[in-house]
T-cell receptor, first 113, second 112 residues
Framework: DAGVTQSPTHLIKTRGQQVTLRCSPISGHKSVSWYQQVLGQGPQFIFQYYEKEERGRGNFPDRFSARQFPNYSSELNVNALLLGDSALYLC????????????FGPGTRLLVL | GEDVEQSLFLSVREGDSSVINCTYTDSSSTYLYWYKQEPGAGLQLLTYIFSNMDMKQDQRLTVLLNKKDKHLSLRIADTQTGDSAIYFCAESHGSTGNQFYFGTGTSLTVIP
């Protein structure tokens, strides 16, 4: 079975632009979470979605938004990009909302110039 | 995160045991996890432990949990060069218990 997939793998944007990152969860998994990993740090929780509804949000500004589709795939949008948004963005999927193990994708590396 | 702490670096010789330590903050965390990240890659789940357990062994990996001290450790027996990576501990948080807080990661270097 395919694991969590993310696209694109790499992305370069300039300050002020907008970006959309995509994630497909493991087949059968209904929950998707997004994390930001800045170089040299651990991943920071951004969002969790389940059955197309937001079920958790980390301490990130409103420039960050996400959605989940009926097929459980998800998009993360970041508006008005800042240099500090440069990071590896990780998507994780789990079967449901309870304290389930999360499986991570390879990430999208975003560079903001 | 919620101050999940790890030492930054660890260096061991091939064949020795490695012990990576972590302290966490939320005594209500039900599950605690260990993930491995190789350069340029995502996170690979290594193992996890339920909070009512003291120890879990899985092949070369042994996880020890001290709930009183909120201390978690990962022991890798017979460490190999392929074990060189960054290791993250994580605790689950939130109303769903499915929002993970990660430590800063421990960079393990295995010397041949």
């Amino acid at each position: 079975d395919a694991g969590v997939t993310q696209s694109p793998t790499h992305l370069i944007k300039t300050r002020g632009q907008q970006v959309t990152l995509r994630c497909s969860p493991i087949s059968g998994h209904k929950s998707v979470s997004w994390y930001q990993q800045v170089l040299g740090q651990g991943p920071q929780f951004i969002f969790q979605y389940y059955e197309k509804e937001e079920r958790g949000r980390g301490n990130f500004p409103d420039r960050f938004s996400a959605r989940q589709f009926p097929n459980y795939s998800s998009e993360l949008n970041v508006n008005a990009l800042l240099l500090g948004d440069s990071a590896l963005y990780l998507c994780a999927s789990s079967l449901s909302l309870s304290r389930e193990t999360q499986y991570f994708g390879p990430g999208t590396r975003l560079l903001v110039l | 995160g919620e101050d999940v702490e790890q030492s930054l670096f660890l260096s061991v010789r091939e064949g020795d045991s490695s012990v990576i330590n972590c302290t966490y903050t939320d005594s209500s965390s039900t599950y605690l996890y260990w993930y491995k990240q190789e350069p340029g890659a995502g996170l690979q789940l290594l193992t996890y432990i339920f909070s009512n357990m003291d120890m879990k062994q899985d092949q070369r990996l042994t996880v020890l949990l001290n709930k009183k001290d909120k201390h978690l450790s990962l022991r890798i027996a017979d460490t190999q060069t392929g074990d060189s990576a960054i290791y993250f501990c994580a605790e689950s948080h939130g109303s769903t218990g499915n929002q993970f807080y990660f430590g800063t990661g421990t960079s393990l270097t295995v010397i041949p």
